[in-house]
C-alpha cells in the first residue's frame, strides 16, 4: 500500500515541509563544511569530463517543458560553476543552488514524482545531478548523499552511461552530495551548451588512480504483470602511471520497474 502521504494531498505537503524543515535544521546547525568557495580560475589537471544530451525524445512528453528544463539547467548550473570542493568539505547541490522557484527564474519541467510525469517548477534539475554522480562516481571522492527513481519512466535514447547511474533530487530533502575525503582540492565545471548539459572536474593534483564504471547481467525480467530493469554497476580502479589495475568492486545493484513497453524477445525468464 502507497504511504497516506501519496494519497492525500494535505499530508504529503505537510510531509514535504516536515523534511525540508528537518533538512534546514541540519544545514543550520549540522557540523558538516559545506563546499561554498568558487574560483573562476580553472584548477590545473583535468579528472573527468561528461556531457548529456538537453532535448531528448520523450514519447509523450511537452518539448516546451524540456525547452524550459535547459533554461532551468542554464540557471542552475550559473550557481554551482566552478566551485571547489576542499579536503574534508562536502558538496551539497541544493546548498548551492537553493529552492528552485519560479519566482528565483526556474521554469516548469517534467517530474517524476510517484511514478507519475508531472510538472514541477525546476523540474528536469535530475539531469545536472546525474551528471555529476556518474563523474563522481570515477574521482575518489565519496557519495555522501544520493537517491534512485523507483521505475524507469523511459527507453534508452542515445544513452552513453550503463543504467542506474542517475540520481534523483528533490527540494531540499532529496539531495545529491559528496565529500572530499582526500588531500586535493578538486573543482566542479558545469554549463548548458547548444546540444549538450556539459560538466568536467579538475584537481590541483594529477590523478593518482583512474576510475572506469561499468555495468554487468543487464536485463528485463517479467514479475506477474509488470517489467523490470536490472543490473549491476562495479568500478575498475587502475594507476594512472602504470595502468595497473588496483581494484574491481562491485558498487551498486539496480532494479526498477518498467513504465515502458519492452519487446517480448528483450524480456528474460
Not at 545531478?129 to 521505475?151: F, G, I, K, Y
Not at 509488470?226 to 602504470?242: C, D, M
Amino acid at each position: 500500500m502507497k504511504p497516506l502521504s501519496s494519497r492525500n494531498r494535505f499530508f504529503y505537503l505537510l510531509s514535504v515541509s516536515l523534511r525540508r524543515f528537518r533538512r534546514n535544521l541540519k544545514w543550520r546547525f549540522g557540523n558538516t563544511d559545506y563546499a561554498m568557495t568558487r574560483d573562476a580560475d580553472r584548477l590545473s589537471h583535468s579528472v573527468v569530463s561528461h556531457k548529456s544530451l538537453l532535448l531528448r525524445k520523450l514519447s509523450g512528453a511537452d518539448m516546451e517543458l524540456q525547452r524550459n528544463k535547459v533554461k532551468s539547467l542554464s540557471l542552475a548550473c550559473s550557481l554551482v560553476d566552478s566551485v571547489v570542493v576542499r579536503p574534508g568539505e562536502t558538496f551539497s547541490l541544493w546548498r548551492l543552488v537553493g529552492k528552485p522557484s519560479a519566482g528565483r527564474g526556474f521554469l516548469p519541467g517534467l517530474q517524476l514524482s510517484f511514478g507519475n510525469l508531472v510538472s514541477m517548477s525546476g523540474g528536469g534539475l535530475c539531469q545536472l545531478s546525474n551528471l555529476l554522480h556518474w563523474m563522481v562516481l570515477q574521482t575518489p571522492m565519496t557519495v555522501v548523499e544520493r537517491h534512485r527513481h523507483a521505475t524507469d519512466p523511459f527507453p534508452d535514447h542515445k544513452r552513453k552511461v550503463p543504467f542506474g547511474t542517475g540520481a534523483t533530487v528533490f527540494y531540499n530533502y532529496l539531495d545529491f552530495s559528496f565529500r572530499n575525503d582526500t588531500s586535493c582540492d578538486y573543482q566542479i565545471r558545469v554549463k548548458t551548451g547548444d546540444e549538450y548539459l556539459e560538466g568536467e572536474i579538475l584537481s590541483d593534483m594529477p590523478p593518482e588512480h583512474l576510475y572506469r564504471v561499468y555495468e554487468k547481467k543487464h536485463r528485463f525480467v517479467r514479475n506477474g504483470s509488470f517489467v523490470y530493469r536490472e543490473n549491476e554497476l562495479w568500478r575498475e580502479k587502475t594507476e594512472a602511471v602504470s595502468g595497473r589495475v588496483v581494484s574491481e568492486d562491485l558498487i551498486m545493484r539496480n532494479r526498477c520497474r518498467v513504465l515502458y513497453e519492452v519487446p517480448e524477445e528483450d524480456i528474460s525468464g
